[in-house]
């Protein structure tokens, strides 16, 4: 099960450098339900998600960079290319930062994963946080890809 809060930012916080960077390109096969290919740096999966907003299911299988390739050239909408850091916030919760690279740029998004619902209802997002968009499928990426 995965549960999440995700934000839009306005403003990056400083020295973004500081913090582990992953390059991401994911691509769509399918968004109803989201069937998900996805390499980030040297890691490839193949992820399903259920239907949700704040809370969905979540499955990740492996790929290799072979099968990766091959399925790339079968997604449905655009390519997704993005920098995501990994920046810790408390010793349980980490800032995701997605920084959106090529048709998608110049947009940005925060997401941050709790364990459990009632986490996830109480968040207090940082100051450096935008509008929370939690709630609207509109900032899915797999809605993103159709743009």
Known sequence: MEIERKYLIDRLPENLEQ?????????YLNTDPVVRIRKSNDKYTLTYKGA???????????????????????????????????????DKLTIE????????????????????????????????????VTFSSRYHNSTLSKR
């Open 52 to 90: 949700g907003l704040m809370c969905r299911e979540e499955y990740n299988l492996p790929l290799n960079a072979e099968a990766f390739a091959h399925l790339k050239e079968k997604i449905d909408g655009i390519l997704i290319q993005k920098r995501r850091y990994l920046i810790p916030l408390t």
């Open 19 to 27: 913090y582990e960077c992953k390059h991401i390109e994911q691509g």
């Open 97 to 132: 930062l997605d920084v959106f690279e090529g048709e998608l740029a110049p947009l940005q998004l925060a997401e941050v994963e709790f364990e459990t619902k009632e986490e996830a209802e109480h968040f207090v997002p940082p100051a450096w946080f935008g509008e929370d």
